[in-house]
Each structure stands twice: as C-alpha cells, then as structure tokens.
C-alpha cells in the first residue's frame, strides 16, 4: 500500500456501507467484503467468537451470497411485500489503526429500522468494522454486530443490518 487511508476515508467507508444497505444495493455491498471476509451477530453479550459458538449470524462470503441471491430471488415469500430499511447511525470512531499492516477497526452505534407492510422494527446496537486495504481499497475484513438485546427473543430480521 502507498498511502494509508485518511480518517475522514475509513469514516465514509462506513457510512457508504449503510447507504448501500438501505438502498438494497446488496451486490455492491457484497463488494465490500475480503475474500475471507465475515458478516458476525453475536448471540451473547461479550461472546468470543463466532466459529465454535451459536450465534444470529456468522456468515462467509458463500452465505452472505446466498442470502443476497434469497433476496433477489422471486421466489423468495417473505419478500412479496417488500422489507425496507434505515441505518441511523452515530458517528463511526476509529479505534485502532495500524497502518503498517493495513488494518483498521471502526465502532459505530446505531439504530437500525426495518418496515414490512404495517410493521417496524428498530433494533440498537454497535457495529464494529474491521478494515483492511486489498488491491488498493478498503474492504471489509469483519462485519460484527452487537445488537442491544441480543439475548433476547427476537423477530425474523429480514434485512442485512
């Protein structure tokens, strides 16, 4: 790599993430992932990791990619009234940088609203984004979000959060 990215780009990375999620641009969203990449909601506060434990979602590219394809699919029941969505979002912060290596992680707390016919929900939480540089632009390495009341019984999240 170059050049870092500046604050103000690892700022707007996030934010255009959420554009992209409310506006159903989901291949482009797709996009922003790493090969390795991995879409994570922790099922317990404070869990470890996503791999050996039950979580609402820990997902590769493969599985996000399914999911996108559900989506888009006709065929796809729980969509024949449209879900819509609105990231809210408080100022990312970068908390840590390590330009050397190229990685850098963003924590965002955010309200997340999704509407489908006469019902809304609204969920809470914090996103956490970790970034890294490949092929001279920012992608996302990991995705995890810590929703509010993770522990709790929780409708069926349509959307992508």
Known sequence: MSSSPTDQSLIEFVYNEARLLDEKRLDEWYELFA?????????????PEGRTQTSLFYEDRLLLKVRIQRLHS????????PSWSQHVLQAPRIESRNDASGAWVLRTPFMYLEVQRNEQQVYAGVAWHHLTWLDG?????????????????????????
């Open 35 to 47: 090969d390795d990449g991995l879409y994570w909601m922790p099922l317990t506060r404070g869990q």
């Open 137 to 161: 632009q920012l992608r996302l390495q990991m995705k995890k979000i810590e929703l509010l009341n993770c522990e709790s019984a929780l409708p069926s999240i349509q959307l992508l959060l």
């Open 74 to 81: 006709p065929n796809a029941f729980s969509q024949a009234e």
